[in-house]
């Protein structure tokens, strides 16, 4: 059989051989101490990018995630956010366990903001009966909504109205390079509505390992201290830091590639191109039976896809697809969908 096209997450990809050298010459030291020049590299690098005072390498978007949001939400407090949220569906309850702040959410279609329903949700101060609202997080781009992107308008209304009644506002950034490079939209701008940020180097962009988390110098200092309580201090993590570094340097541009492969696949399986913003298409089945057999008689053919709901089919481009697999797999899917 020929080379398996997996298309089940842009987590799978595997670092290139020049990346691998660029981990092997990293300059290095105990980062605990703060003294890995590669790792405040990056920091300073992505701090930079998204326009933020400064960024802390974390192991996982889960945990970048856990301490952004703990800057802004404290115990007994609450975070609004969409339903089909990373940070409510797929995290693992992890911020109720380690930071004791609940959810309210709203649904809407694609994972996008619904000001007027943000708005009715939003309870800071209604005395000792209900839990305080102190910030609201929103997915850009959004993974479970098949990597739809925010439009810049819609956080710019949701900044200026958080600015009106003085509530802070998280962005799970974890594919923000997706949404950068499909709308041109400069990185800084996502980064001026937030007060703090998650982002990923290890999704599309290739890396094996490695997230920050980016806001002000203070949100910083304090997420530092977390990060070590919650385990998560490492020492010569340099190594893992110049992947980052060479991801940004040459994987980024590329993301356009995958979004061009991710709308060759929607087409081959019946979805409107021009509702796949980025590089996740999701195909809806008629029966969890009919989605399961997708998925099994495309495995049989070498092509790997993913359950992301009982009735729902994941497609993911990343850096492991070359134009040629993505031809491959839409061939392969025209003939089986
Ligand atoms: C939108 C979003 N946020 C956060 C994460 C968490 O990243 P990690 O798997 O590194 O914990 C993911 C992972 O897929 C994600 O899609």
Redesign the pocket.
Known sequence: MADVVDLR?D?LTRPTEEMRQAMARAEVGDDVYGEDPTVRALEERVAGLLGHEAALFT???????VLAVRTVVGVGQEVLCESS???AR??LGAHAAYTGLTMRTWTADRGQIDLPAVRKLFAPDMGPFFVPTAAVAV?N???FAGGAVLPLEDLQALRTWADEVGTRIHM?G??IWNAHVATGTPLASYGAVADVM?V?L??GLGAPIG?LVVGSAEAIAESRVWRKRMGGGMRQVGILAAAGLHALDHHLERLADDHAHARLLAEACGVDPAEVDTNIVVVERSSAADAAALIAAAAAEGVRLAAAGPTTVRLVTHLGVSRDDAERAAALLARLV
């Open positions: 997450s987590t192991p996982t978007g889960s945990m970048a995630n949220a990373h940070i797929a995290e997915e781009t959004h993974n799970d974890a594919r998650a990923c290890s999704k997230s």
